[in-house]
């Protein structure tokens, strides 16, 4: 059983940054590719990004590239995204997931959602 928090979410200005924290319970979470995915009301769910286990692979939405990175310490237990040069497109809520396998569509654990909002 893997619990999901993220964090870090808020309102920022077009063009500005903001860090998102995914932070897990259990030492399982070494052993979970993690996600990132957003939703906005009215809209489908929206893949972001991903992450292997140890971190050495990572993969993202076409959409979202050069301006979002995705990262993970386990010693923290805890995955980042870190999103720069944001647009008001970009405002949703934003979930983090864990899968057992790297690169499914099949999530096991998913976290509340943080939400974040882009002002233009």
């Known amino acids: 059983q893997v619990q999901l928090v993220e964090s870090g979410g808020g309102l920022v200005q077009a063009g500005g940054s903001l860090r998102l924290s995914c932070a897990a319970s259990?030492?399982?979470?070494?052993?979970?590719?993690v996600g990132w995915f957003r939703q906005d009301p009215g809209k489908e769910r929206e893949f972001v990004a991903a992450i292997s286990l140890t971190g050495g692979s990572t993969y993202y939405a076409d959409s979202l590239k050069g301006r979002f990175t995705i990262s993970r310490d386990n010693s923290k237990n805890t995955v980042y995204l870190q999103m720069n040069s944001l647009k008001p497109e970009d405002t949703a809520v934003y979930y983090c997931a864990a899968a057992a396998v790297f690169g499914t569509a099949k999530y096991d654990y998913w976290g509340q959602g943080t939400q974040v909002t882009v002002s233009s």
């Open positions: 259990g030492r399982a979470f070494r052993s979970y590719a």
